[in-house]
């Protein structure tokens, strides 16, 4: 699979090799929501954009369900827990997630299981991120999820520019 384009289902084949996917990971319940609220700030955001395409995950190997070639890059924005206080963004490479983040996944696969098997299939060689936004220790799912103030927006926006401006 080295270097082959996976078929793409979106009918995106004219999209160019090393286009951008971030993508909030989490779900519609309480502090794990963070992922997929970013996601859908950053929508909004990006949208004048056409290198990256901004979508929501309910679980890290739902990836799989998008059409990526090789040299692809990959943004994971989630929740995270035990890091720092509420709304502190941390920035990963997958070799830097913390040993934690397995035992806390709700998502089937855990996040580091699946980006072993992106790198064992040879996709997103243009490089992977994760941005973690902490969520409140203890945050139920019936809890609301604690929303970004402004600085802690912008701190989310400028890391994604910089994301997006280094590939």
């Not at 040993?99 to 098997?117: M, N, Q």
């Amino acid at each position: 699979m080295t270097g082959a384009k996976l078929a793409r289902q979106d009918g995106a084949d004219d999209r160019p090799a090393g286009h951008a996917y971030l993508f909030g990971l989490g779900s519609p319940h309480g502090g794990d929501r963070l992922g997929w609220l970013a996601a859908d700030g950053l929508r909004e955001a990006l949208a004048d954009r056409d290198d990256v395409s901004v979508d929501c995950l309910a679980q890290p190997v739902d990836l799989f369900l998008h059409a990526v070639t090789a040299s692809d890059r990959l943004l994971l924005v989630d929740a995270m827990r035990g890091q720092g206080s509420p709304g502190t963004l941390r920035v990963f490479a997958p070799g830097e997630l913390p040993e934690t983040a397995a035992s806390l996944s709700s998502h089937g696969l855990d996040l580091a299981g699946t980006l072993a098997l992106v790198e064992a299939l040879g996709i997103f060689r243009g490089g992977i991120r994760i941005i973690g936004i902490e969520m409140p220790a203890g945050a139920a799912p019936d809890v609301p999820p604690p929303r970004l103030d402004a600085a802690q927006a912008r701190r989310l926006h400028e890391a994604v520019m910089d994301w997006l401006d280094a590939g």
